[in-house]
């Protein structure tokens, strides 16, 4: 499903650059948007997140409900950390 695949280049690089590694971004044109909101993401988190969304993608292709796997993916979105 493309929105899962855009959703963990998204992950990956905001991982990526909350832990420094700005070479690796897939889409370095977003570095400075990047910068601006992964400190605020726990990157535990967010590893735990791109198992989620890998999971997801098993789920829709076993026929799961794409909006109930969707759904349960946003509300486990992580967030800034207070």
Same mark, same amino acid.
């Given at each position: ?27 370095? &044109? ?25 999971? &997801? ?8 409900? &794409? ?13 800034? &950390?207070?």
């Amino acid at each position: 499903m493309f929105i899962l695949e855009v959703w963990r280049d998204l992950t990956r690089d905001l991982l990526l650059a909350g832990l420094g590694e700005l070479a690796a971004v897939h889409d370095p &044109a977003l570095i400075d948007d990047l910068l601006t909101v992964a400190p605020a993401l726990p990157a535990g988190e967010m590893r735990a997140f791109l198992g989620r969304l890998a999971k &997801a993608g098993e789920l829709l292709e076993a026929n799961v409900g &794409a909006e109930l796997a969707l759904d349960s993916l946003i509300l486990a979105w992580p967030r800034a &950390a207070a």
